[in-house]
T-cell receptor, first 112, second 115 residues
């Protein structure tokens, strides 16, 4: 199985900061995803990418951007962090459409 | 449009009892269905997947799920609950191919296991 590594398990940042969350896979999978998870709201898709330099908006892209310069790395960027972006962020990787997605351990981000 | 409904946000069972977590889906095309488990402060781990082969799918940790097209259901079961099964469980359906491999997740069911 693919190994998905998220750069930080816990992160504390201040309002207005630019925040980078990194996700790295050890295979050559095309599809990568960023979700946020909040109590009572389940998983919500922020952005996904199906190839290098390709990206598509998910359901809640506002306030976020992404970067995929290399196939193995997919970065989520909070341009100007706000308190309502305090959440658990999950990265997932998928080999092909309709295959399972494989998740990292998540980054619990707190914006103060 | 595809959607997933998990009935019951919290389920509590006694150790050794049957576990039944319910999932109903809506899909205009033959679906690909998945169950995931999430332990506290961890990511989601794949339990099992249905990809139109056998209707009864066996997964890890003794879980299985049965695909019933007539009921549009994909319920997760385990004959005998163990304390270590306490976690949150998510059912997911794959969107059609031209949606780029996205999954639609249910809201999750938190399973508690009493000694």
């Amino acid at each position: 199985d693919v190994k998905v590594t998220q750069s930080s398990r816990y992160l504390v940042k201040r309002t207005g900061e630019k925040v980078f969350l990194e996700c790295v896979q050890d295979m050559d999978h095309e599809n990568m995803f960023w979700y946020r998870q909040d109590p009572g709201l389940g998983l919500r898709l922020i952005y996904f990418s199906y190839d290098v330099k390709m990206k598509e908006k998910g359901d809640i892209p506002e306030g976020y951007s992404v970067s995929r310069e290399k196939k193995e790395r997919f970065s989520l960027i909070l341009e100007s962090a706000s308190t309502n972006q305090t959440s658990m962020y999950l990265c997932a990787v998928q080999g092909r459409s309709n295959q399972p997605q494989h998740f990292g351990d998540g980054t619990r981000l707190s914006i103060l | 449009a595809q959607s997933v409904t998990q009935l019951g946000s919290h389920v509590s069972v006694s150790e050794g009892a049957l576990v039944l977590l319910r999932c109903n889906y809506s899909s205009s095309v033959p679906p690909y269905l998945f169950w995931y488990v999430q332990y506290p402060n961890q990511g989601l781990q794949l339990l099992l997947k249905y990809t139109s082969a056998a209707t009864l799918v066996k997964g890890i940790n003794g879980f299985e799920a049965e695909f019933k097209k007539s009921e549009t259901s994909f319920h997760l079961t385990k004959p005998s609950a163990h304390m270590s099964d306490a976690a949150e469980y998510f059912c997911a359906v794959s969107l059609t191919y031209n949606q780029g491999g996205k999954l639609i997740f249910g809201q999750g069911t938190e399973l508690s296991v009493k000694p």
